[in-house]
């Protein structure tokens, strides 16, 4: 079985920090690309961050460059994306998929999680 799993989301205050965590089962991790993605209430989903197979390559989407950091330990066969100075316009669902590409687009993706929320209110 192919899993994904997030977790970390919640509630938090603008300026706050959350860490998202995804873990995987049941494929050789280190051989996948892995993307964070999020959508919002009646929005499509949008690419957030990814992280190659290694970690020696990452990407992020203009919105969050600079305030999200995206790692991985293959050890544990986990993705964090690190959030800092949150703000209400990163409130969604945030979902992590693992494809073969370094990618924002959601097509090359695989495999994805069932998402976590976080919500980002005062």
């Known amino acids: 079985q192919l899993q994904l799993v997030e977790s970390g989301g919640g509630l938090v205050q603008p300026g706050g920090s959350l860490r998202l965590s995804c873990k995987a089962s049941?494929?050789?991790?280190?051989?996948?690309?892995i993307g964070w993605f999020r959508q919002a209430p009646g929005k499509e989903r949008e690419g957030v961050s990814y992280i190659s197979s290694r970690g020696g390559s990452t990407n992020y989407a203009d919105s969050v460059k600079g305030r999200f950091t995206i790692s991985r330990d293959n050890h544990k066969n986990t993705v964090y994306l690190q959030m800092n100075s949150l703000k209400p316009e990163d409130t969604g669902v945030y979902y992590c998929?693992?494809?073969?590409?370094?990618?924002?687009?959601?097509?090359?993706?695989?495999?994805w999680g069932q998402g976590t929320q976080v919500t980002v209110s005062s």
């Open positions: 998929a693992a494809g073969r590409y370094n990618s924002l687009q959601l097509n090359v993706y695989n495999y």
């Open positions: 049941g494929f050789t991790f280190d051989y996948y690309a």
